[in-house]
């Protein structure tokens, strides 16, 4: 079957740097997606990663290794408004996205 | 500024009853989707639509239905609503993934429903 692992919850400190993994085993591999998911909101977009290597967005990064079927997403920097939750999701050979539980960020001051 | 808007932030509703959440895009998106989202679990695909008049069943389409009579609208709708039908339903829509475009996914609000 298809799925996706990712730490239920994290704690990290106000202007630390934390690393949110995610690991996958899909049919098929057509890309993998990061949201960021405040409470009681929708899930915003975050990046988006098909080729191996890290992309850099600002405080936030994210890191793919296909061959592991591996990613994390890095926030540097933590804000307090950073507190949300993570949503990993990878996009099969159907294209058709498989999501992740998210993590729970709790940053503290 | 993009736009994906849901009728109704929360309801609540009681058992036998039939539901209707909407949800218009004003992005001309190809494809729209209807997710319902539990604590503790992924996002779960009830339905999905490619096309106008089209639609195709996600991973858990039991007790649900959908409508899609024009590009920007798409419907879900609970016939006869039940309890375990209470949860946070989420609609996004995107264009096609095409190597242009990623599709990446842009959400409503959410409706939250509740049956009792």
């Known amino acids: 079957g298809q799925n996706i692992d990712q730490p239920t919850e994290m704690t990290a400190t106000e202007g630390a740097i934390v690393q949110i993994n995610c690991t996958y085993q899909?049919?098929?591999?057509?890309?993998l997606f990061w949201y960021q998911q405040h409470a009681g909101e929708a899930p915003t977009f975050l990046s988006y990663n098909v080729l191996d290597g890290l992309e850099e967005k600002g405080r936030f990064s994210s890191f793919l290794s296909r061959s592991k079927g591996y990613s994390y997403l890095l926030l540097k920097e933590l804000q307090m408004k950073d507190s949300a939750s993570y949503l990993c999701?990878?996009?099969?050979?159907?294209?058709?996205?498989?999501w992740g539980a998210g993590t729970k960020l709790i940053i503290k001051p | 500024d993009v736009k994906v808007t849901q009728s109704s932030r929360y309801l609540v509703k009681r058992t036998g009853e039939k539901v209707f959440l909407e949800c218009v895009q004003d992005m001309d998106h190809e494809n729209m989707f209807w997710y319902r989202q539990d604590p503790g679990l992924g996002l779960r695909l009830i339905y999905f639509s490619y096309d106008v008049k089209m639609k195709e069943k996600g991973d858990i389409p039991e007790g649900y239905s959908v409508s899609r009579e024009k590009k920007e609208r798409f419907s879900l709708i609970l016939e006869s609503a039940s309890t375990n039908q209470t949860s946070m339903y989420l609609c996004a829509s995107t264009f096609p993934s095409d190597g242009v475009n990623t599709g990446e996914l842009f959400f409503g609000e959410g409706s939250r429903l509740t049956v009792l």
């Open positions: 899909t049919s098929g591999f057509n890309g």
């Open positions: 999701a990878v996009m099969d050979s159907n294209y058709q996205l498989i």
